[in-house]
């Protein structure tokens, strides 16, 4: 009987994929949380009757801009998710596959054996 093939070793381009996009998810996570920070030190350190004018505006503006950076990532974990997903779905299939191509191997080496003992 013709044994399965394994399922590829080397990472696929899915999972590099996947990867990467973890890495830069971490890196905006990172970046976030440090903006978060300076945005409260800023807040805290600017004396209320200076946050006019520009200030107030650059104040505002890294509000905005944490709350998308932060929308980002996680925007990138629910297409990390995903990817997780499709690259789960692809190994199951990849191993039906497998097996039914070593399940139509077997049956094609016994056909000639059958053919052989119909003939004695």
Known sequence: ???PSAAPTSPTLLQQA????ESVHETVE???????????VLKQE?????????????LQKTDELE???????DELAQVNQTLK?????RADLERQLADTQAALQDAQDALPAQRRGQRA
Not at 30 to 40: D, G, Y
Not at 85 to 89: K, L, P, Y
């Open 85 to 89: 997903q499709e690259i789960s779905e």
């Open 30 to 40: 990172q970046s976030a949380a440090e903006l978060v920070i300076i945005n409260a």
């Open 18 to 21: 996947l990867d990467q996009n």
């Open 1 to 3: 009987m013709t044994e």
């Open 67 to 73: 709350s998308r950076i932060q929308s980002s990532a």
């Open 46 to 58: 600017i004396p209320q009757t200076a946050q006019t004018g520009d200030v107030a505006q650059a």
